[in-house]
C-alpha cells in the first residue's frame, strides 16, 4: 500500500458516499481504501493531538506529573463515550477505561505506556523536550517546519521530535486517533474495548502485578493488544508474540577505606578496578557466552522453531553494518536466535574521575550496574543466585553495606551484591487466534508484507495480564526503528504515525 501521498479526491468521494448511503455505508466491514483515506484525512489534527499530549512531562518518578497525564487521558476517553475508573495502588494509580459496544462481542484489553524516561535537556537540539518539534531532513540535517504544513502536505519522512512521542505516547495517540475517527464516523469496533494506562513503565510497573489481581474481574478480556514497542529493523508493520523479562543489580568491589594518592600508594595499595576487570572478564568466553554454570539450562530451539523464528526478513551483514560492528556474540546463529537466550550485561560502571575531572588516584571503590534479560525457561532469581554464587567462588566476601573495619582486615576480596527482579518474560504462540485475528487485519491494508516476532530484546510488564487473567498477547508495533528510544531526540516518522492510525483501525474493523 502506498500512503506517501494525499488522495484529495479518494477523500471527497468517501464522503459522498457517507451522505448518500448514511449509516448502512458503515454496517458492512470498511475497505482498505476506506481505512487509508480516512487516516490520512484525520493525520493533520492527530499530529496537533499528539504534540499536545507531548507537553505534558511525563516522568514516573514525579506522582504530579503521572497525575497530569492521567487527567488528560480521563478527559479524553470521557469525550469518547469510555467509562473511566482510576485503579488505585500503593503508588502512582493506574487508569482504567471502558466502552461495551455490542452485547454479546468479544473484549479487547489494550495496553498503554503513558510515562516516558527521564530528559536531560541539554543533550537535545531543541529548547524543551516535551515540546514537540517537527523536522525534515535537508542536506543531512534535521530543520524545523511548522505544524501547519501538514494541512496541506504529506511527506512520510518528516518526524516529530520529542520525549516519549515513539516510547510511546505516538503509539498510544494512534490508538486514541484510530477510536475518534470511528466515533466522528458512527462507525463501531467489531469487539468490546477495555484500556489500561501504565504511569510507571519505565520504572518496571512496580505496582501493576497487584492492581491486576486485585481488579481482575474489571480486566477480564479474551485478548490483550499492547500498544508499545519498536518496529522491526525493516520498518515493516510488526506483530511481537512475546518479550524478555528482567532482573538487575549493583555490584560494588571495595578497596581502600577512602580514595588514594597513586604515587605514594601505588604498588601498595591493591586497586579494586583490576579486580574488577578480573570478575567480570571471567564472566564470559571470547564469543560472549556466560561462564557461569547452568545459566542457559533449560533453553532447546527446535529446528521448527529455529525455522519460524528466522522467517523474520534480516540480514546479518546489513545489520552488522548499521550497528557499527564488526563481529556478534555466538549466542544462537542468527539475531532472531540470540533473542531466545537470558543475557547477561554490564550496563554502566563508576570508579573515579575521567577526562577534565580525572584525578592521579587509586578509587577507593568500584560500582557495577548490571542487568539479564529473561526469557520464559530462565527464571530471573535463579540466575542471579548463580551470579552471586559466581562471585562468591572468585573468592569474594560479600557483605550487606559498607565493610567494617574487622572485615578490611579479614578479607582481601570485599564486595556487596544486591539484585532486584522486573518483569516476566511471556511468550504467545505465533500460530494461535490472536495472531491470525491480527495478520488477518494487518494484510487487509498492507499485503503480506507484515513481520512477526517470537520475542523483543526488550521488556514488558505484561506476565501479570496473561498470568492473572489467562489471556495471550500481542504487541502492535508502530515507531520506526531508528526512534532514539530512551535517548536525546526520540522521534517519530510520520509515515509510521500514519500507519499506525491505518494499523488500528483495521484490527478495530475485525471480529474476533
Known sequence: ????????????????LCLMAGPSLWAQKLTKDQITTLAHNKLPTATLGLKAFLQLPNDGHFPEQAKNNALWCDSIFKTLGFQTKVLETEGIPLLFAERKFHKKAKTILFYLQIDGQPVDSAQWDQANPYSAVLKEKVNGTWQPIGFERLQNEYNPDWRIFGRSVSDSKGPAMAFISALEILKEHKIKPQFNVKVIMDFQEEMGSPFLAKAVTNNKALLEADMLFIMDGTRHVSNLPTLTFGARGIATAQLRIFGAKQDLHSGQYGNFAPNPVFKTAQLLGSLKDENGKVLIPGFYDGIVLSEAKKSLINSVPENRDSLIQRLGISTTDAIGNTYQEALQYPTLNIRGMKAGWVEKEVRTIIPSEVIVEIDMRLVPESDGKR?????????????????GAAPTEEERSTYPKLASFDYTLGSLPFQTPMDSDIGQLLNKAIKKVFGDQVVNMQTTGGSQPIAPFINTLDIPAVSLRIPNPDNNIHAPNENLRIGNFLEGIITCLAVMDERP
Open 1 to 16: 500500500m502506498n500512503t506517501n501521498s494525499r488522495t484529495p479526491v479518494s477523500i471527497l468521494m468517501l464522503m459522498l
Open 383 to 399: 540466575l542471579m543466585e548463580l551470579l552471586k554464587a559466581y562471585i562468591q567462588d572468585q573468592g569474594y566476601h560479600l557483605v
